[in-house]
């Protein structure tokens, strides 16, 4: 689910900065720190679409800069257990499929592809009685079923923060194109 976050940090201004509109330095800055990555209390950071409010700064000895506690509000994406997501098949595996729905990616096990019995053959899974198959970029419904707590160390391993547990075993979910 997507939010609208207000949160807090604070900044800076160099020297080359003064004269230049603050609030888009600071929006800047907070860009560079924040999207992409994922805030405990916020979820996956998207975007920071405004600075709404900054104080007087402070200057601290032996720096050039000028510090400044500014408040921003944040576009963030926080996938709920139970809700349901459309996404595209990003990639077939002989155990399952990744589906991308947004900024996240998300992970069907073959066991939750639905009720039937599913067989990865040539890139493509296939259910043998409804002959169902599962291509990459095909939409698909899914519904959340797990979520990982993030882990800071994940973009090293190229991994991501956090990941998703998906099904389609329940009604109405699937292959958009076979559901409805």
Known sequence: ?????????????????????????????????YVGRFVKEAGLIIDVLEVTDFGYGTSILGSPNIYIRASFKALSYMPLKDEVIEGEIENVVDYGIFVTAGPINGFVHISQLGDDVFVHRGGVIQ??????????????????????????????????????????????????????
């Open 1 to 33: 689910m997507f939010y609208e976050v207000e949160l807090s940090d604070v900044g800076y201004l160099r020297p080359a900065d003064l004269g230049k509109d603050v609030s888009e330095v600071l929006k800047d800055q907070f860009r560079a720190k």
């Open 127 to 180: 259910g043998r009685k409804l002959k169902v198959t599962l291509r990459p970029g095909d939409v698909v419904r899914a519904r959340v079923t797990a979520v990982s707590k993030p882990d800071p160390s994940a973009p090293l391993k190229n991994e991501p923060l956090i990941k998703v547990a998906l099904t389609m075993r329940q009604p109405k979910l699937g292959k958009l194109e076979v559901v409805e």
